[in-house]
């Protein structure tokens, strides 16, 4: 028999797995931006490249930074099903404001400030687990600056290597836009691979917290449900953020687009190996600054960077604060 309880607990789920949609949606851009900003790739054909490795990373990536997020940051024996939905209303409201200003903000850490601003709201700072929120707030910092420094080593060692044997511009053109493939296909599937598991974690948490499941452990269904979302949202694409991705940081050519998504994709399969819940966001960007800033510093438009910087560094306390009112609003509401 179907309960009141049961539908909320559907109801959700669904919620939850939308979040995961405009997370594709939101972050398509860092997927797709380098292969269509150089051309490789039209942006229906890019998305669907980056759509069809999204799903598939769940064939590569276990279920590490699922566990961080569900029950490695929040103490989950004060989880609600209220508190999730609160934290991704919190997460959604936030993602749709930066989406529509177009700035390439981190859905990861939309979630991260949505899910803990509700627990706290609902709490107190007690429900924090500290050990969980350190590799966390080191890997905002890090993460953009492991994407530069990987970004500027690639593209340097790849000029010297092209110097060195006397290489012209077409070939060297031709070929890029070949291997470009490869390194977009690999960044989406750590994309899929880091990204897709937040939501799963979100969703066991929710499970458990509504008892229909007896343990932490991720069901099979949520891992497909959550990688065919993002998966759907990365095939609507997100242009706004393509444009600043692409083309407003720096100029990308093929072999710039090469090793800007060979950068992000080794730090995100680390990060993901580790279950540490990056922001693909932020190792893309930092990754496309290093590429340009090691031809020419003046090349990147700095501007634009620390403006992402900024908006990284409120994502977490705004979506916070969206996710504390959304539950008072639902309290109030519904009495739940």
Same mark, same amino acid.
């Given at each position: 028999?179907?309960?009141?309880?049961?539908?909320?607990?559907?109801?959700? #789920?669904?919620?939850?797995?939308?979040?995961?949609?405009?997370? !594709?949606?939101?972050?398509?851009?860092?997927?797709?931006?380098?292969? %269509?900003?150089?051309?490789?790739?039209?942006?229906?054909?890019?998305?669907?490249?980056?759509?069809?490795?999204?799903?598939?990373?769940?064939?590569?990536?276990?279920?590490? %930074?699922?566990?961080?997020?569900?029950?490695?940051?929040?103490?989950?024996?004060?989880?609600?099903?209220?508190?999730?939905?609160?934290?991704?209303?919190?997460?959604? #409201?936030?993602?749709?404001?930066?989406?529509?200003? $177009?700035?390439?903000?981190?859905?990861?850490?939309?979630?991260?400030?949505?899910?803990?601003?509700?627990?706290?709201? @609902?709490?107190?700072?007690?429900?924090?687990?500290? *050990?969980?929120?350190?590799?966390?707030?080191?890997?905002?910092?890090?993460?953009? #600056?492991?994407?530069?420094?990987?970004?500027?080593?690639?593209?340097?060692?790849?000029?010297?290597?092209?110097? &060195?044997?006397?290489?012209?511009?077409?070939?060297?053109?031709?070929?890029? @836009?070949?291997?470009?493939? #490869?390194?977009?296909?690999?960044?989406?599937?750590?994309?899929?691979?880091?990204?897709?598991?937040?939501?799963?974690?979100?969703?066991?948490?929710?499970?458990?917290?509504?008892?229909?499941?007896?343990?932490? &452990?991720?069901?099979?269904?949520?891992?497909?449900?959550?990688?065919?979302?993002?998966?759907?949202?990365?095939?609507? !694409?997100?242009?706004?953020?393509? &444009?600043?991705?692409?083309? &407003?940081?720096?100029?990308? @050519?093929?072999?710039? $687009?090469?090793?800007?998504? *060979?950068?992000?994709?080794? *730090?995100?399969?680390?990060?993901?190996?580790?279950?540490?819940?990056? *922001?693909?966001?932020?190792?893309?960007? !930092?990754?496309?600054?290093?590429?340009?800033?090691?031809?020419?510093?003046?090349?990147?438009?700095?501007?634009?960077?620390?403006?992402?910087?900024?908006?990284?560094?409120?994502?977490?306390?705004?979506?916070?604060?969206?996710?504390?009112?959304?539950?008072?609003?639902?309290?109030?509401?519904?009495?739940?």
């Amino acid at each position: 028999m179907i309960t009141g309880s049961l539908i909320f607990v559907i109801f959700i #789920i669904a919620i939850a797995l939308i979040f995961d949609f405009t997370n !594709g949606i939101h972050d398509a851009a860092n997927s797709i931006a380098t292969i %269509v900003s150089t051309r490789v790739l039209t942006p229906r054909q890019a998305v669907a490249w980056a759509a069809f490795f999204n799903f598939a990373a769940f064939l590569v990536f276990g279920t590490k %930074v699922a566990s961080t997020i569900g029950k490695g940051l929040i103490d989950i024996k004060i989880v609600t099903p209220t508190v999730v939905l609160a934290g991704l209303l919190g997460a959604i #409201i936030w993602n749709l404001i930066t989406w529509y200003l $177009g700035l390439p903000t981190s859905s990861s850490h939309a979630l991260i400030g949505g899910y803990s601003g509700a627990a706290i709201a @609902k709490a107190g700072f007690k429900v924090i687990i500290l *050990s969980g929120w350190t590799k966390t707030v080191i890997f905002i910092f890090l993460a953009p #600056i492991i994407g530069m420094v990987l970004g500027m080593l690639f593209i340097f060692l790849s000029m010297k290597i092209l110097e &060195k044997n006397n290489a012209s511009p077409q070939p060297v053109n031709k070929w890029s @836009k070949r291997m470009q493939f #490869i390194s977009a296909a690999a960044y989406s599937l750590g994309h899929g691979g880091n990204d897709a598991q937040k939501t799963m974690g979100i969703i066991t948490s929710l499970l458990f917290s509504a008892k229909l499941i007896a343990s932490f &452990k991720i069901p099979l269904w949520v891992v497909l449900s959550a990688h065919a979302a993002i998966g759907l949202g990365t095939l609507m !694409g997100g242009w706004r953020i393509v &444009k600043t991705m692409g083309q &407003k940081i720096v100029r990308l @050519k093929p072999l710039d $687009g090469v090793c800007a998504e *060979s950068a992000s994709a080794i *730090s995100l399969f680390v990060a993901t190996y580790f279950g540490v819940p990056v *922001s693909t966001t932020h190792v893309i960007t !930092g990754a496309i600054s290093g590429v340009g800033a090691a031809k020419r510093v003046s090349s990147v438009r700095w501007h634009i960077t620390f403006r992402i910087l900024w908006a990284w560094l409120f994502t977490i306390p705004a979506a916070a604060l969206v996710a504390g009112f959304s539950l008072f609003i639902l309290r109030s509401m519904f009495k739940i």
